[in-house]
């Protein structure tokens, strides 16, 4: 089963937004079972060099990478995916007309992605233009991200065009979209709901991010099937400071 076809099935999966532009984070990553991975490319330093090296590690290593593109032009997308990620996720996609120029500019046709057939993805010219076609198809994965108020009033019509295949509710824009300060508020959890009937209403993945597997609880009642959680840097900061901690506590308990 391919990662698309994972995803469409309502199957579980875990995976983290990477915000360290390193093959060897792609390499720790692959061996702690996760089910894709997140290059973010909006909010951290991926150029395109850095971003190519990491998709090649992961392809090498078969762990779904996917890439958050810092806008949804046709040039951050083609890019994206020539270089070998299994799909996009595309930031603010607030209306039905940005969501069909993403869907178009991630697919093969008429005024769409550009065809070559010498990249990373296409086998370097080792595969042939009607199976490249055919695999575009059937594993390319386009994540609209919904994250502001006029994108969950439109998400049915956003979850029904052909070329989308998940709605990602981004918990915190859109909180800040709402006016608010936290991510308790009943906008919030409205959007939650509005969100994932028209995921599951149009076949589509629900995603959504999740500090912790403890949140991901929460939220999956909701529809969820998709959890990007927290990120390498979180994983580090909190591993580190808990042993810290413990270690700082076994010294006060030492002290007359």
Not at 154 to 167: E, R, S, T, Y
Request: charge should be negative; glycine fraction near 12%; include cysteine.
């Amino acid at each position: 089963m391919s990662f698309r076809q994972s995803m469409l099935s309502g199957k579980m999966l875990a995976g983290t937004f990477v915000k360290t532009p390193s093959i060897e984070v792609i390499e720790l990553l692959a061996l702690a079972g996760l089910d894709f991975i997140c290059l973010d490319a909006e909010h951290a330093p991926f150029d395109r060099g850095r971003m190519d090296g990491c998709l090649a590690m992961a392809r090498a290593l078969k762990l779904p990478a996917l890439v958050r593109v810092g806008a949804g032009t046709p040039q951050d997308i083609l890019q994206a995916l020539d270089s070998g990620a299994v799909g996009v996720v595309v930031p603010h996609v607030d209306s039905v007309e940005k969501a069909e120029d993403v869907s178009r500019s991630g697919r093969f046709g008429l005024g769409g992605r550009g065809y070559a057939g010498s990249t990373r993805w296409a086998g370097f010219t080792t595969r042939s233009m009607e199976e490249l076609l055919r695999a575009s198809k059937e594993e390319t994965v386009i994540i609209a991200q919904i994250e502001e108020p006029a994108g969950v009033q439109v998400a049915g019509k956003i979850a029904a065009l052909p070329g989308i295949d998940g709605l990602f509710l981004g918990p915190a824009d859109l909180s800040v979209g709402y006016g608010r300060s936290d991510l308790s508020s009943e906008d919030l959890t409205l959007a939650l709901e509005v969100v994932g009937k028209a995921a599951r209403a149009a076949g589509k993945a629900y995603v959504t991010f999740v500090p912790d597997a403890a949140k991901a609880a929460e939220w999956a009642k909701y529809g969820v099937n998709m959890f990007f959680v927290a990120s390498e840097q979180s994983w580090i900061m909190q591993g580190a400071a808990r042993e810290v901690s413990g270690i700082r506590a076994l010294g006060a308990r030492q002290d007359p």
